[in-house]
């Protein structure tokens, strides 16, 4: 089944778009999508790190 099939509308009395039901899964897999690109979004002016640095600064906090 298409995904446009199974998304559903609820319409107000004079017939416009209100609201959405999407099947969850389609739901989490957005939301998922959404939360990630907020995150780059916040970070995109965040120094660069290499990995070397970075597996070394990892190593000193005991992470690695």
Do not use: T
């Not at 209100?18 to 780059?40: G, H, N, Q, T």
Request: glycine share 4%.
């Amino acid at each position: 089944m298409d995904i446009k099939d199974q998304i559903q509308f609820i319409l107000s009395d004079d017939g416009v778009k209100k609201y959405v039901v999407l099947p969850i899964d389609l739901f989490e897999e957005m939301s998922e999508d959404y939360f990630d690109l907020k995150a780059i979004e916040e970070r995109k002016n965040e120094p660069c790190v290499g990995l070397n640095e970075l597996k070394a600064e990892l190593k000193r906090d005991g992470k690695l």
